[in-house]
């Protein structure tokens, strides 16, 4: 663990920000081994100073980081916090589709750095979904080998066309927060990882009316069985997704201290308005590269196989 203090009184001092490594387009993307990665564990509040925080950091695997690795990363995540607090509730998302190109994510949340590793960490998402159904690797052996006997019990016949495109979520599952005094502590976090068509079914939205055949049902359900458990565990302990479960434990602390301290000078005066400065990235124009890649990648596939 590392005990960290910053003052928000400044602005969060501005060092080089590195893009995320994007994966090369049409390359297939393994899964990784457990990595834990540096994340935001606690924050202590000072109500006689309103803007000043200490921040408590765990170091997870990355303990042998220099002190000027400890201070960059640290940096990073503060203003992961900074983002969630300034950025208003209905502006946290982001969405690489290539049906929807201007919906990619909000003006203002996609200069800030958070903004722009979510996209990267969504770019990393579509291309690893893609990977993992490669039939001559463990994990799409399985999906084919299901797939295949599903539509055989069906429709009598594995000679059918699979559409095998499922856009997947990520989405907040659960997140518990331990208050003690001046102090609140992050005892319990998961992401869960779910089919766009499940997720919009369990927020009550709208669906656009779409013919559903019942051999993509088949491909969905297969995709529900056997893929999904295997990203979610990615999602939540891989290295891959390092970078989001940093996202998500600064996110926790942020949304712990809008619930509690909006009243706070703070509060109303940095709480969803917006302000990134200090927090936002040089290249406006990272989110739009990030897309442009991402529309290569899709036209390409991470594989080819007959």
Sequence with gaps: MGFLT??????????????????????????????????????????????????????????????EGQVAESQKL?????????????????????YEKNRIIPENFGVTQMGRDLLAQD?????????VIYPEDELGKKFWDQIYKVTHEKFGTTNVPVNTFNKVWIVPDKAIVYEDGDRAFITESHLKVMLESDYLALSKANLKSQDTTAINDVSSQVVRDIVIPALEKEVNEGQHF??????????????????NLRESILGKAYVGKNKTSGIDIEDKA?????????????KKGAYNYI
Excluded: C
């Design 78 to 98: 503060i203003k992961y916090f900074l983002a969630t607090l300034t950025t208003p509730k209905e502006d946290l998302w982001v969405n690489l589709s290539p």
């Design 242 to 259: 390092a970078l989001l479960r940093q996202v998500y434990h600064s996110l926790i602390l942020a949304v712990w201290y809008k619930k």
């Design 286 to 298: 990272e989110k739009e590269k990030i897309y442009q890649k991402y529309l290569e990648a899709f």
């Design 6 to 67: 910053n003052s928000l009184i400044f602005p969060v001092s501005v060092s080089a920000q590195m893009s995320p490594s994007l994966p090369n387009i049409g390359e297939r993307i393994a899964l990784a081994g457990g990595y834990a990665p540096p994340v935001l564990k606690g924050i202590q509040i000072f109500p006689d100073k309103p803007l000043q925080f200490n921040f408590i950091m765990d170091l997870g695997d990355a303990a042998s980081l220099s002190k």
């Design 123 to 131: 770019y990393l998402l579509k291309q690893i979904t893609a990977s």
